[in-house]
């Protein structure tokens, strides 16, 4: 947890955020800190729990008309162009989610593919390190028999 120093019309508060929010809260206090300047600016000697309730429901109200505008934007198209549009972008979408289920599917067999082939590889490779091993023995066999010769020489 974090304490913070805020100032909100004129007046200074401390606050505790959880780490990292520090920015946000002090973004929060400077548009309530607006809000709270204009209702001080009458002159009037305002509560600072008056000021914090107005300031906060003068916030709200700016918030519940922007929920409104965004939701006339989200309704469903009323002219026939836009409608039209819409119903292209989601046949697109469609396609398009059709299209990476696909691109899954390939990419799930290529997946498969390059284990099998993996597995084909570590075959390969147990099968040559076994020859190796073979060969190292005859070597070794070879080379002592070479010395049991020279020996005999000497």
Known sequence: MSQVTIEIGGRNFEVVCQEGEEEYLHAAAAMLDEEAKKLDGGGARVTESRMLLMSGLLLADRTAATEEKLK???????????????????????????????????????????????????????????????????????????????????
């Open 72 to 154: 006339s934007f989200s309704a469903p198209a009323s002219d026939p162009e836009t409608a039209d549009r819409a119903r292209e972008a989601e046949a697109k979408l469609r396609a398009a989610e059709v299209d990476m289920t696909a691109l899954k599917a390939q990419l799930g067999e290529a997946q498969s593919n390059l284990s099998a082939g993996n597995s084909d590889q570590d075959e390969l490779i147990e099968q040559l390190k076994s020859e190796r091993d073979e060969a190292v023995k005859t070597l070794q066999q070879i080379v002592g028999k070479i010395q049991a010769l020279a020996a005999a020489q000497d």
